[in-house]
């Protein structure tokens, strides 16, 4: 006969049978009655309506009989609370009783009936128990004064419950210690604040003779209050040690864990000198190797903790690499913790054997556990250099394998040893270009995208790798999008000739079509940057990079002491403070490990204290880019100027603005202080021509009807497109730039290509080497209808800030209108720049030839002009090259020649012209040589024109 | 503490439920079954699961989900170390600890639950003292309990309750007072493919079945207890007597317990008792590969795509199962002369390529008589009665987590 037929009923309805059994006079069928009340009740059924029959079995000296109406009655109390004082007074009678067992039995039952009109009457017994001659009455009476704390503080508070309880820690009984200790820790929870474990050497030892001998639960309870101590020398901390080693060896797990805790901390007291502390050190590994073949429950919770004590004390564990090598049939979470462990103690001495291990992993069946063991590859590679190499190796095989999400996961920690050991191990990037396709997950297509950008320059296609990505980019998530943008920015730095449409695509598909607010920051942020000073973005985006950490995800080592101090506990399994995550924490107390103390104080050694996280290394590249940051922010604020220019614009002048209505405003005659003086800096010639490409319309280039090449002006270049309509949805640019009796101007044609008429147009330069900017807002007085062409001569002045160019001459060029706001470059000759009181004297030239190093002297050859020196001169003389001596020297012409630009930097020249050659040579000579290549083609210009 | 305990089958209902201290809504338990869905398997269920208001922590055991919620901060270990005292106490009481067996002794259980904890604190664990408290239910028990009106419930508080020895009951009487040792070790190992150790350790346990009359005193030493430099003791081991004289001096409690738990690291390793030779080979182009396995293999895990195998042992019976994809190979005893070898052709799932993974061969074996660390029990003495006990000593040696990678 089992249980089981307490479930069966019957047709007159279960409760009205039950109520006649619970009446019943026979002992024997009240008693197999209450059985079927508890049976019903185990199993959620509503028995609550038997309470008052229930209770009237209370009154037996039949034990069993007692408990289990005793378990009916801490049931359904609560709910019928009138009902439930009938079983005050049993209780009460009870407490008296001669058998300790009834006596305490009493006792904690009632305090498990959470009803505030039994508290009441429990008061006296529990007083009277807690005093009891039998220390099983005692233990019991400890745990019920924390339960009266649950359902009434101030109660116990008032009746002096909690100083009976302090007084119960010296007890003679090594239960009732332990259980006093542990009912103070769980009203102290409640009461962060009150000092209710006053823990003093006195209590301290009598607590540690407690251990000794009472139940491993008791222990547990004892070694957590233990914990909270705090030693007042390194010598109490030792003795305390001393006598907690033991139970390292108890079967209990928990015991094992919470004794590591109190050894963890106390041993951060105790000088490392010390002979005690090593050998406190082996002793604690084998209980912990020991934890790992326990159940795979007990397995995972004491892996959590490893993986604290791991960081904070590696040297523990560090021979034991093996015990944490993963079987296949571990479950899951016990595999991924296992892996983390290993990485942490993998070093110089046992990677081989990591590396072989990690490889057999990455073959297993678990998806998330080949990913993360293909993660851990990479992570080795980073924390141990020499295996490096090897590592890079095996991810390569890994992703011949053509396994899609090892591939994925090979190529995202490929990306961090690139970040790690720049320049290595480039050549595995041609393996991984032939698995683009393959990329399905964000984080992987972020990193292939990462390393085509980074390594642009290596990678002869990688615009087009990088356009492939372009064609979904509104389907990509924000990562890859965000990735791609850096990418494309990073190779039009590097290729900037080739890349330019890919740049402003992106720039376009970021700023205006997307929204997703960090995107178009970032896009504007690269806008803004290239536009403004392409040197600045090339600085900031192609920065070194910081290293990254040896260790990834080390735990902060303030939060890392703090757990420590909480070995065995949730926060350990977490990882978390416990105010991070306990409900109703009320200001739990932080605790912190013990600051040494003691003779030899020896500061915390560099090999115990994790190096800090990333931020704390990175280098001084963040605080500049932080600055940048703050000026591009900066520009925002300029307010809105519209109208006439205006003198007190800001300092930041020369910047294009892109956020649009204010563009016209900043330009003015009084912008700048810092314009005009040109500084050189060593630099290389760079390919010409960038930003005008030839070719398409040239029926509007020869367009030659505006009021050009009059008089007195230097020579002027035929206008060339400078904005195809394609780039520019519609808007067509061509033209050039002139020189009049001291003024530059720059002549454009505008055409509307488009379907609908433009308008508010508005122009805006980019620093550029000369300061170069607009004189006046650009005046197109009715909109421009479709098919419609307008021309504009813009007057400049050199007053704009300066930045240095590559090439020297090179103008980025900002066009707003109705529609947009398009970007474009152009290259200006330098001729006009040429001032028009360029002619030194005789004498100063004779000088100044001499005192400029020879050098800074360059020779160019002018091929194939047929003028004679006479004519040259006076060709030259119209662009502002003035002859100030001629010679003939062995039937060779020499020309004296001085020119001076904007900013003040006098060129000196000598032609030399052979009657029968149509080569000339030409000398240059100028303090600031970089110009003279410039200078040389202004000269060719104007000569063959 | 403690706050309540929730019994759920295989198939998610919950068909027992604690409570310590208040009601906890079994609601709770809907946060389990999450985990539970997402986890591929039983196994696999993370054993610690935060929800907004308590932490629920479980143990999987014989198909049965025991899951403890918390409120507060409590020490996981304990939770999960009281949970498999639970587990233990069923296995103890009614022999199997299964549901059908929890069910038709509900009341009992949970008379025993309500022993074992008290407002969340653990009362009386020890399967002795519960014992004495509540009977475990037998038939005669049943049998003479109708007929007196007697009850399981003892009313005399347990003797070893308070006493320091609270292992062991007094009054023990036995007619035959016998003591009986074993001394079971079990390897963990991880054979690579080409037959080298990765790793080895023993694990190794002395489980004892003490029935003396009275207080005996006990003491046991080996010939070489420097192999135990990593050891757990059973409480009623004196550590001090361990530390100085390396004996184990103890009384012990009554009837079966674990004395001691020891583990042994590699170093100490003689040889590996098996050894296993392996040939498994998938194809690319048909859907047929070979497949050899020469001596003591029992268990090999084989991938998705093989739909079944043709196989024929030398010696023993195999079974394949297509569901699980386990083959198991029972070998029987292995002949030295000749050596059991298991031989055929496996066939794939057609269209499918052939699998990424390699399939590990799990090793079940036991050697009588051999306790592979080499440690041996050097003498036993009884102290404290005046008897001769019969004493006896067995060793036997068994696969424990023993893989083999192919």
């Given at each position: 006969m089992t249980d089981s037929k307490y479930f069966t009923t019957t047709k007159k309805g279960e409760i009205f049978e039950l109520k006649a059994e619970l009446n019943s006079d026979k002992k024997e069928k009240k008693k197999e009655a209450v059985k079927k009340v508890i049976a019903s009740m185990t199993v959620g059924k509503d028995v609550s309506a038997l309470f008052p029959d229930v209770v009237n079995?209370?009154?037996?000296?039949n034990l069993e009989l007692k408990k289990l109406v005793y378990l009916y009655l801490m049931n359904y109390a609560k709910s019928q609370p009138d009902m439930a004082i009938m079983a005050v007074n049993t209780f009460v009678k009870d407490c008296e009783d001669p058998n300790p067992l009834i006596r305490a039995l009493a006792v904690r039952t009632m305090g498990c009936i959470r009803v505030d009109k039994i508290t009441e009457y429990l008061c006296e017994p529990l007083r009277k128990c807690l005093k009891d001659e039998d220390p099983y009455v005692r233990k019991t009476a400890a745990v019920c004064v924390a339960k009266l704390h649950d359902i009434n503080a101030q109660l116990v508070e008032d009746q002096g419950f909690l100083d009976t309880l302090k007084d119960l820690i010296s007890d003679s009984n090594p239960m009732v210690v332990a259980n006093a200790v542990a009912a103070l820790s769980e009203i102290a929870e409640s009461h962060p604040s009150s000092n209710l474990l006053d823990l003093n050497p006195q209590s301290i030892n009598k607590l540690l003779t407690a251990l000794n001998e009472c139940t491993e639960w008791g222990q547990i309870f004892i070694l957590d209050c233990l914990a909270n101590y705090m030693p007042k020398d390194d010598r109490e901390a030792q003795s305390i040690c001393e006598r907690v080693?033991?139970?390292?060896?108890?079967?209990?797990s928990a015991v094992v864990l919470s004794a590591v805790k109190v050894l963890m901390k106390f041993m951060e007291m105790l000088s490392k000198d010390l002979d005690y502390y090593g050998t406190l050190l082996k002793k604690l590994a084998p209980p912990l190797v020991t934890l790992l073949s326990a159940e795979p429950e007990l397995q995972y919770v004491a892996l959590r903790n490893i993986n604290l004590i791991v960081q904070k004390r590696p040297e523990i564990l560090k021979h034991e690499m093996k015990v944490f090598f993963v079987k296949y049939n571990d479950p899951i979470y016990v595999k991924l913790e296992k892996l983390d462990i290993m990485i942490r103690l993998a070093s110089q001495a046992n990677i081989a054997q990591v590396l072989a291990e990690l490889k057999e992993y990455a073959t297993e069946v678990d998806v998330d556990f080949v990913r993360k063991a293909v993660r851990a590859i990479g992570r080795c590679a980073i924390k141990v250099e020499q295996s490096a190499e090897r590592c890079v190796s095996t991810l390569l095989d890994l992703i011949q394998t053509k396994v899609n999400y090892v591939v994925q996961e090979a190529i995202v920690v490929i990306k961090d040893i690139f970040r790690k050991y720049p320049n290595k191990y480039e050549s595995v990037i041609a393996t991984l270009c032939e698995n683009l396709d393959s990329l399905d997950e964000p984080e992987a297509r972020a990193a292939m995208i990462w390393i085509v950008g980074e390594y642009a320059e290596r990678i002869d296609n990688a615009d087009e790798l990088l356009e492939s990505f372009l064609e979904g980019f509104h389907d990509e998530s924000t990562q890859v999008q965000l990735q791609l943008l850096t990418a494309i920015v990073k190779l039009f730095l590097k290729k900037p000739t080739e890349t330019q449409e890919l740049v402003q695509q992106v720039l376009s598909l970021a700023t205006q079509d997307s929204d997703n607010p960090d995107l178009r920051d970032r896009g504007y942020i690269y806008w803004r940057l290239l536009s403004t000073d392409p040197v600045a973005a090339k600085e900031v985006v192609?920065?070194?990079?910081p290293l990254i950490s040896e260790e990834t995800d080390l735990i902060e080592p303030t939060l890392l002491d703090e757990l420590i101090c909480y070995i065995g506990t949730l926060a350990s399994v977490y990882h978390k403070p416990p105010s991070a995550f306990v409900e109703g924490s009320r200001g739990v107390v932080h605790k912190s490990l013990p600051p040494r103390t003691g003779s030899s104080e020896s500061a915390?050694?560099?090999?115990?204290?994790?190096?800090?996280?990333p931020a704390a290394d990175q280098p001084s590249v963040i605080p500049t880019q932080g600055d940048l940051l703050g000026d591009l922010l900066n520009l925002d604020l300029g307010p809105p100027v519209s109208g006439p220019p205006m003198a007190t614009s800001a300092v930041q002048m020369g910047a294009v603005d892109l956020l649009g209505d204010s563009l016209m405003g900043d330009e003015s005659e009084g912008m700048g202080g810092s314009g005009g003086s040109f500084t050189p800096a060593p630099s290389t010639t760079a390919p010409t021509n960038v930003g005008a490409p030839l070719g398409s319309g040239l029926g509007d280039?020869?367009?030659?009807?505006?009021?050009?090449?009059?008089?007195?002006?230097s020579y002027v270049a035929p206008k060339t497109v400078w904005l195809p309509a394609m780039k520019a949805k519609g808007l067509e640019i061509s033209g050039t730039f002139s020189r009049q009796v001291g003024s530059i101007s720059m002549d454009l044609v505008l055409t509307n290509k488009a379907l609908q008429v433009m308008s508010d147009f508005a122009i805006q330069f980019n620093r550029n080497s000369f300061g170069l900017?607009?004189?006046?807002p650009l005046q197109v007085h009715a909109p421009l209808a479709p098919n419609q062409s307008v021309e504009i001569t813009l007057p400049l002045n050199t007053v704009g800030s300066v930045m240095k160019m590559e090439p020297l001459n090179n103008l980025q060029v900002a066009v707003k209108n109705n529609i947009d706001v398009f970007y474009f470059s152009t290259l200006y000759p330098l001729h006009i720049l040429f001032v028009e009181d360029g002619k030194m004297e005789r004498q100063m030239f004779l000088a100044t030839w001499k005192d400029i190093p020879n050098e800074n002297e360059t020779q160019f050859q002018i091929k194939d002009c047929s003028l004679n020196a006479d004519a040259v001169s006076s060709k030259l003389q119209g662009s502002n090259i003035f002859t100030i001596a001629k010679r003939n020297v062995e039937g060779q012409d020499m020309l004296y020649q001085s020119l001076k630009l904007t900013n003040g930097i006098w060129v000196l020249a000598e032609l030399r012209i052979q009657p029968s050659n149509p080569s000339f040579t030409l000398s240059l000579k100028c303090r600031a040589p970089e110009v003279s290549q410039y200078i040389y083609q202004a000269y060719e210009t104007i000569l063959k024109n | 503490m403690i706050h309540s305990l929730f019994l759920i089958n295989a198939s998610g209902d919950i068909f027992l439920e604690k409570h310590w201290k208040s009601v906890v809504s079994r609601s709770v338990c809907d946060y389990f079954f999450e985990a539970q869905e997402r986890a591929s398997e039983a196994e696999n269920v993370p054993p610690v699961i935060p929800t907004p208001h308590h932490y629920l922590l479980s143990v999987y055991r014989h198909k049965i989900f025991f899951v403890a919620v918390i409120q507060s901060e409590v020490p996981p270990l304990f939770v999960i170390e009281f949970l498999h005292r639970v587990v233990d106490t069923f296995q103890d009481y009614f022999g199997v600890c299964s549901e059908v067996i929890i069910k038709d002794n509900v009341v009992v259980v949970y008379e025993v639950l309500e022993e074992m904890l008290d407002n969340g604190f653990p009362l009386a664990t020890e399967s002795n003292i519960l014992k004495e408290l509540i009977k475990p239910p037998t038939i005669l028990r049943t049998v003479v309990n109708t007929i007196t009106g007697s009850t399981n419930v003892g009313d005399q508080l347990p003797t070893g309750q308070l006493s320091v020895v609270p292992w062991r009951r007094t009054g023990v009487k036995y007619t035959n007072n016998e003591a009986y040792f074993d001394v079971i070790e079990e390897i963990d190992a991880i054979i690579d493919k080409s037959g080298s150790t990765i790793t080895a350790e023993i694990q190794g346990v002395i489980d004892a079945c003490v029935k003396l009359t009275g207080m005996p005193d006990l003491t046991l030493s080996f010939m070489n207890p420097r192999l135990l430099d990593d050891v757990s003791f059973h409480p009623c081991v004196r550590f001090k007597r361990w530390e100085s004289e390396r004996i184990l001096s103890f009384i012990p409690p009554d009837g079966n317990f674990r004395l001691l738990s020891y583990h042994v690291s590699a170093q100490n390793l003689v040889a590996i008792p098996v050894y296993v030779k392996h040939n498994i080979s998938f194809r690319d182009s048909s859907s047929l590969g070979r497949f050899e396995i020469t001596v003591g293999p029992k268990q090999t895990m084989m991938p998705k795509s093989v739909l079944n195998m043709t196989l024929t042992p030398s010696q023993g019976t195999h079974v394949f199962d297509p569901v699980t994809k386990l083959l198991s190979w029972d070998v029987g005893k292995i002949n030295p002369q000749k050596l059991p070898s298991l031989k055929g052709s496996v066939s794939l799932q057609a269209g499918t390529s052939k699998p990424d993974e390699n399939p590990t061969i799990n090793l079940q074996f036991k050697i009588q008589q051999l306790a592979i660390s080499g440690l041996k029990v050097n003498r036993l003495d009884m102290y404290g009665e005046k008897y001769k006990p019969f004493k006896g000593i067995k060793y036997m040696t068994k696969a424990g987590k023993f893989q083999v990678r192919t």
């Amino acid at each position: 006969m089992t249980d089981s037929k307490y479930f069966t009923t019957t047709k007159k309805g279960e409760i009205f049978e039950l109520k006649a059994e619970l009446n019943s006079d026979k002992k024997e069928k009240k008693k197999e009655a209450v059985k079927k009340v508890i049976a019903s009740m185990t199993v959620g059924k509503d028995v609550s309506a038997l309470f008052p029959d229930v209770v009237n079995c209370m009154q037996t000296d039949n034990l069993e009989l007692k408990k289990l109406v005793y378990l009916y009655l801490m049931n359904y109390a609560k709910s019928q609370p009138d009902m439930a004082i009938m079983a005050v007074n049993t209780f009460v009678k009870d407490c008296e009783d001669p058998n300790p067992l009834i006596r305490a039995l009493a006792v904690r039952t009632m305090g498990c009936i959470r009803v505030d009109k039994i508290t009441e009457y429990l008061c006296e017994p529990l007083r009277k128990c807690l005093k009891d001659e039998d220390p099983y009455v005692r233990k019991t009476a400890a745990v019920c004064v924390a339960k009266l704390h649950d359902i009434n503080a101030q109660l116990v508070e008032d009746q002096g419950f909690l100083d009976t309880l302090k007084d119960l820690i010296s007890d003679s009984n090594p239960m009732v210690v332990a259980n006093a200790v542990a009912a103070l820790s769980e009203i102290a929870e409640s009461h962060p604040s009150s000092n209710l474990l006053d823990l003093n050497p006195q209590s301290i030892n009598k607590l540690l003779t407690a251990l000794n001998e009472c139940t491993e639960w008791g222990q547990i309870f004892i070694l957590d209050c233990l914990a909270n101590y705090m030693p007042k020398d390194d010598r109490e901390a030792q003795s305390i040690c001393e006598r907690v080693t033991p139970r390292l060896s108890h079967a209990n797990s928990a015991v094992v864990l919470s004794a590591v805790k109190v050894l963890m901390k106390f041993m951060e007291m105790l000088s490392k000198d010390l002979d005690y502390y090593g050998t406190l050190l082996k002793k604690l590994a084998p209980p912990l190797v020991t934890l790992l073949s326990a159940e795979p429950e007990l397995q995972y919770v004491a892996l959590r903790n490893i993986n604290l004590i791991v960081q904070k004390r590696p040297e523990i564990l560090k021979h034991e690499m093996k015990v944490f090598f993963v079987k296949y049939n571990d479950p899951i979470y016990v595999k991924l913790e296992k892996l983390d462990i290993m990485i942490r103690l993998a070093s110089q001495a046992n990677i081989a054997q990591v590396l072989a291990e990690l490889k057999e992993y990455a073959t297993e069946v678990d998806v998330d556990f080949v990913r993360k063991a293909v993660r851990a590859i990479g992570r080795c590679a980073i924390k141990v250099e020499q295996s490096a190499e090897r590592c890079v190796s095996t991810l390569l095989d890994l992703i011949q394998t053509k396994v899609n999400y090892v591939v994925q996961e090979a190529i995202v920690v490929i990306k961090d040893i690139f970040r790690k050991y720049p320049n290595k191990y480039e050549s595995v990037i041609a393996t991984l270009c032939e698995n683009l396709d393959s990329l399905d997950e964000p984080e992987a297509r972020a990193a292939m995208i990462w390393i085509v950008g980074e390594y642009a320059e290596r990678i002869d296609n990688a615009d087009e790798l990088l356009e492939s990505f372009l064609e979904g980019f509104h389907d990509e998530s924000t990562q890859v999008q965000l990735q791609l943008l850096t990418a494309i920015v990073k190779l039009f730095l590097k290729k900037p000739t080739e890349t330019q449409e890919l740049v402003q695509q992106v720039l376009s598909l970021a700023t205006q079509d997307s929204d997703n607010p960090d995107l178009r920051d970032r896009g504007y942020i690269y806008w803004r940057l290239l536009s403004t000073d392409p040197v600045a973005a090339k600085e900031v985006v192609l920065a070194e990079k910081p290293l990254i950490s040896e260790e990834t995800d080390l735990i902060e080592p303030t939060l890392l002491d703090e757990l420590i101090c909480y070995i065995g506990t949730l926060a350990s399994v977490y990882h978390k403070p416990p105010s991070a995550f306990v409900e109703g924490s009320r200001g739990v107390v932080h605790k912190s490990l013990p600051p040494r103390t003691g003779s030899s104080e020896s500061a915390e050694s560099p090999d115990t204290a994790p190096s800090g996280g990333p931020a704390a290394d990175q280098p001084s590249v963040i605080p500049t880019q932080g600055d940048l940051l703050g000026d591009l922010l900066n520009l925002d604020l300029g307010p809105p100027v519209s109208g006439p220019p205006m003198a007190t614009s800001a300092v930041q002048m020369g910047a294009v603005d892109l956020l649009g209505d204010s563009l016209m405003g900043d330009e003015s005659e009084g912008m700048g202080g810092s314009g005009g003086s040109f500084t050189p800096a060593p630099s290389t010639t760079a390919p010409t021509n960038v930003g005008a490409p030839l070719g398409s319309g040239l029926g509007d280039l020869f367009d030659l009807t505006g009021g050009v090449g009059t008089l007195s002006g230097s020579y002027v270049a035929p206008k060339t497109v400078w904005l195809p309509a394609m780039k520019a949805k519609g808007l067509e640019i061509s033209g050039t730039f002139s020189r009049q009796v001291g003024s530059i101007s720059m002549d454009l044609v505008l055409t509307n290509k488009a379907l609908q008429v433009m308008s508010d147009f508005a122009i805006q330069f980019n620093r550029n080497s000369f300061g170069l900017a607009p004189a006046a807002p650009l005046q197109v007085h009715a909109p421009l209808a479709p098919n419609q062409s307008v021309e504009i001569t813009l007057p400049l002045n050199t007053v704009g800030s300066v930045m240095k160019m590559e090439p020297l001459n090179n103008l980025q060029v900002a066009v707003k209108n109705n529609i947009d706001v398009f970007y474009f470059s152009t290259l200006y000759p330098l001729h006009i720049l040429f001032v028009e009181d360029g002619k030194m004297e005789r004498q100063m030239f004779l000088a100044t030839w001499k005192d400029i190093p020879n050098e800074n002297e360059t020779q160019f050859q002018i091929k194939d002009c047929s003028l004679n020196a006479d004519a040259v001169s006076s060709k030259l003389q119209g662009s502002n090259i003035f002859t100030i001596a001629k010679r003939n020297v062995e039937g060779q012409d020499m020309l004296y020649q001085s020119l001076k630009l904007t900013n003040g930097i006098w060129v000196l020249a000598e032609l030399r012209i052979q009657p029968s050659n149509p080569s000339f040579t030409l000398s240059l000579k100028c303090r600031a040589p970089e110009v003279s290549q410039y200078i040389y083609q202004a000269y060719e210009t104007i000569l063959k024109n | 503490m403690i706050h309540s305990l929730f019994l759920i089958n295989a198939s998610g209902d919950i068909f027992l439920e604690k409570h310590w201290k208040s009601v906890v809504s079994r609601s709770v338990c809907d946060y389990f079954f999450e985990a539970q869905e997402r986890a591929s398997e039983a196994e696999n269920v993370p054993p610690v699961i935060p929800t907004p208001h308590h932490y629920l922590l479980s143990v999987y055991r014989h198909k049965i989900f025991f899951v403890a919620v918390i409120q507060s901060e409590v020490p996981p270990l304990f939770v999960i170390e009281f949970l498999h005292r639970v587990v233990d106490t069923f296995q103890d009481y009614f022999g199997v600890c299964s549901e059908v067996i929890i069910k038709d002794n509900v009341v009992v259980v949970y008379e025993v639950l309500e022993e074992m904890l008290d407002n969340g604190f653990p009362l009386a664990t020890e399967s002795n003292i519960l014992k004495e408290l509540i009977k475990p239910p037998t038939i005669l028990r049943t049998v003479v309990n109708t007929i007196t009106g007697s009850t399981n419930v003892g009313d005399q508080l347990p003797t070893g309750q308070l006493s320091v020895v609270p292992w062991r009951r007094t009054g023990v009487k036995y007619t035959n007072n016998e003591a009986y040792f074993d001394v079971i070790e079990e390897i963990d190992a991880i054979i690579d493919k080409s037959g080298s150790t990765i790793t080895a350790e023993i694990q190794g346990v002395i489980d004892a079945c003490v029935k003396l009359t009275g207080m005996p005193d006990l003491t046991l030493s080996f010939m070489n207890p420097r192999l135990l430099d990593d050891v757990s003791f059973h409480p009623c081991v004196r550590f001090k007597r361990w530390e100085s004289e390396r004996i184990l001096s103890f009384i012990p409690p009554d009837g079966n317990f674990r004395l001691l738990s020891y583990h042994v690291s590699a170093q100490n390793l003689v040889a590996i008792p098996v050894y296993v030779k392996h040939n498994i080979s998938f194809r690319d182009s048909s859907s047929l590969g070979r497949f050899e396995i020469t001596v003591g293999p029992k268990q090999t895990m084989m991938p998705k795509s093989v739909l079944n195998m043709t196989l024929t042992p030398s010696q023993g019976t195999h079974v394949f199962d297509p569901v699980t994809k386990l083959l198991s190979w029972d070998v029987g005893k292995i002949n030295p002369q000749k050596l059991p070898s298991l031989k055929g052709s496996v066939s794939l799932q057609a269209g499918t390529s052939k699998p990424d993974e390699n399939p590990t061969i799990n090793l079940q074996f036991k050697i009588q008589q051999l306790a592979i660390s080499g440690l041996k029990v050097n003498r036993l003495d009884m102290y404290g009665e005046k008897y001769k006990p019969f004493k006896g000593i067995k060793y036997m040696t068994k696969a424990g987590k023993f893989q083999v990678r192919t």
